[in-house]
């Protein structure tokens, strides 16, 4: 910055897609980052981010009018032009449901975007566009820390791009090679999903899940779905899909190549299911595996950087990572499109006004926080009774109440009070990207097998073969699971140790294997001070984590909404800064109405 | 502006006939636009594909990325 002039502020801005969000750099620091779903509270809202940027602005303490620049994620005239109209008219007279919706879509906002910019923002600077994948390799390599890096984005689809191959060095980084639509690995995944049932853009990691109950019995009908060439690149047979014109994403086609017919959403989960999830999870990492290779050949750098919705398949990341084909690997937190608006803004730091690399992005905590002060004057606004603990007190007892030890000593604790308990745990800046990382969890206690089926079925209100991650402080992962690194972000899976399977069995898939995240304190105190309690008290640096909702829910923004959740739920403490939520002591206070509350949210 | 009763629920009305009106004609609109513009371009180009030369597979499916242009960041397409 030149000594004497104000700070160049730059504002991120993906959405219209699915999964809006927001990301403010200053002076090329990420400053704050967030979703758009966490304070609408619709999930995977893909309006513009009004209220996230309205948080970004006021967490940096500055206007709309100290922008110099909003910069939007892809380049909408030219997926409109380019791809989106020829591909009707390639299609013609098929599509015409799906056109009718698309270009009331396109003709009412996605053709306005810097006009909507402007209006909804109050904002009067400079509108930029970056391509869509390039916003999905600048977020991972710029963010990276890496001085060089293979770069490698899969997704679904950007304007023309499915996924793409490039090489950074420096604060220089390019695209060589890209494949195109309608040939996509993100579409193949979505398709499949569509076809076991899920919903798409959403449940695709439930397949993910789902997979390691099944075997690869369908590899063969996946090579008819999928031409994957030794160099990576790939070709979808377009006669079993029909999402470029329809409405649905694959017909009767794959019916027929699978010999069933599409899953109805929350029907019943046949092994025939599980073992298409599996054969579709293969296929993945066979294709990403061959791309990473390929990448490696053409842009050689022993670092590779990962982006894009296919990024977020921790269980083909870590098979990149364990084929040695690159010594690190950096996979930013919010791979899927709204990681976007971190790298729109990336892109132009560097590209626009030539800024200097920032350092490695370290952690995810980049949303918006609430003191202790506003969330006792919520609690005492609720009337809800609490009790203020200081930091060490307050990690002793958490952590003794996942341990399973008795926090009330005398004749009125109840039966049910004992054993481990279900922390609803609400601290600090809320995360960037999809999964909560330790200041919206729920935690758990990894050793108790039962605490898989009660979280799943009584707390999340979903699905029982859904699993759990594990968070283990970082300086003891290799003591637990075949990782010898990092794992900030819950990107990477790994096996647990075959020594540790049965002491931590709430947090081992079927298969052995845990998507694991660790912990340092330098990332986040208070949780690993947390994480590090337990260990003193059990012998056992592992806890459950996962995301502080209930099936469809958006993750928890705010102390009102963390009391809503908890108060639906089965959990049994809440912990919002230093406050410790008793639920024993609460149900008086609180009316609650769980079928009400759960109705709200769309299942996901 | 604040309109009295029983001025105000005929305003209202009529903004919900105007929006169906609207949602109507677009309808009709982008049906004749499927006809006209993108049915005729799509038979033309079908009946060019007819003399067309099919290609042969490629050896591979990854494609060339032109390198940026200076100033395209400005640009929406
Ligand atoms: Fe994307």
């Not at chain 1, 799906?98 to 600077?125: D, F, T, V």
């Not at chain 1, 999870?281 to 490696?296: D, N």
């Not at chain 1, 054993?419 to 990207?433: D, V």
């Amino acid at each position: 910055m030149i000594p004497g002039s104000r700070p160049r502020n730059i504002l991120g801005v993906s959405c219209y897609y699915h999964d809006s969000a927001t990301c403010l750099l200053r002076e090329g620091e990420i400053v704050f980052a967030a979703h758009e779903e966490r304070y609408t509270r619709k999930k995977h809202d893909e309006s513009l981010p009004v209220n996230a940027v309205e948080h970004a602005l006021r967490h940096a303490g500055i206007a709309i009018g100290d922008v110099d620049a909003v910069c939007f994620y892809e380049k909408p005239l030219l997926k409109f032009l380019d791809r989106i109209v020829p591909t009707y008219i390639e299609h013609w007279p098929r599509g015409f449901l799906s056109y009718h919706s698309a270009m009331h879509e396109w003709m009412q906002k996605k053709l306005w975007i810097p006009q909507n910019i402007r209006k909804e923002l109050g904002y009067e600077g400079p509108v930029l566009f970056t391509s869509h994948h390039e916003s999905h390799a600048a977020s991972a390599y710029y963010a990276s820390g890496f001085p060089d890096s293979t770069v490698v984005t899969a997704d679904g689809v950007g304007e023309w791009a499915t996924a793409a191959i490039g090489y950074g060095k420096g604060t220089d980084l390019k695209l060589v090679k890209e494949i195109h639509f309608p040939h996509s690995l993100g579409l193949l995944y979505s398709a499949l999903t569509y076809y076991l049932g899920f919903k798409v853009n959403s449940a695709e990691y439930k397949v993910m899940g789902l997979a390691p109950y099944g075997e690869p019995k369908y590899i063969k009908e996946m090579r008819e779905l999928i031409e994957i060439r030794d160099d990576g690149s790939f070709r979808l047979n377009m006669r079993y899909f029909s999402f470029e014109h329809g409405l649905r994403m694959t017909g009767p086609e794959i019916e027929r190549l699978f010999g069933q017919p599409t899953r109805k959403p929350e029907g019943p989960l046949l092994q025939f299911h599980k073992d298409v999830a599996r054969s579709l999870q293969e296929i993945t990492e066979e294709a990403m595996l061959k791309i990473v290779g390929y990448a490696r050949q053409i842009c050689p750098s022993d670092n590779l950087c990962l982006a894009g919705g296919v990024a977020l398949n921790c269980v083909s990341n870590g098979k990149i990572l364990r084929s040695g084909l690159f010594k690190e690997i950096f996979i930013q937190p919010a791979a899927g499109d709204a990681g976007g608006a971190l790298g729109a803004a990336l892109a132009v730091w560097h590209r626009e006004y030539g800024g200097a690399r920032l350092p490695k992005m370290e952690h995810a905590f980049l949303g918006n926080a609430y003191t202790q002060e506003e969330i006792e004057a919520y609690l005492k606004e609720q009337g809800l009774p609490y009790e203020k603990l200081d930091d060490e007190a307050l990690m002793e007892t958490v952590a003794g109440l996942l341990a399973g030890e008795c926090p009330v000593q005398g004749p009125e604790t109840s039966k049910e009070e004992t054993g481990s308990r279900i922390i609803g745990w609400f601290q600090g800046r809320m995360e960037y990207g999809p999964r909560s990382l330790g200041n919206r969890s729920i935690l758990a206690d990894a050793r108790n097998k039962e605490n898989w089926r009660k979280v799943n079925l009584k707390i999340k209100f979903r699905e029982s073969f859904r699993p759990f991650a594990p968070t283990i402080l970082e300086e003891r992962v290799s003591e637990y699971f075949a990782l010898d690194r990092e794992s900030p972000y819950m990107l990477l899976v790994a096996n647990t140790l075959a020594h540790r399977r049965s002491e931590i069995p709430a947090v081992t898939h079927v298969d052995g294997s845990a998507r694991v995240q660790t912990i340092r304190r330098d990332q986040n105190r208070r949780y690993y001070d947390l994480v590090k309690a337990f260990e003193r008290k059990t012998g056992c640096p592992v806890i459950i984590n996962t995301s502080f909702n209930v099936r469809g829910e958006p993750i928890v923004e705010s102390p009102k909404d963390a009391v809503n959740c908890f108060l639906h739920t089965q959990m049994d403490y809440l912990v919002m800064g230093n406050c410790l939520i008793s639920k024993a002591k609460m149900m008086g206070a609180a009316k609650v109405d769980t079928e009400t509350y759960l109705k709200k949210f769309r299942l996901d | 502006m604040k309109i009295p009763p029983p001025f105000n629920w005929l305003w209202s009305a009529w903004k919900i006939f105007g929006a169906a009106v609207g949602k109507a004609m677009s309808k009709v609109i982008l049906t004749i636009l499927w006809i006209a513009g993108f049915g005729l371009y799509a038979i033309i180009l079908k009946i060019m594909r007819l003399f067309a030369k099919k290609s042969r597979a490629p050896d591979t499916y990854w494609i060339d990325v032109p390198p940026p242009q200076p100033g395209d960041l400005h640009r929406q397409f």
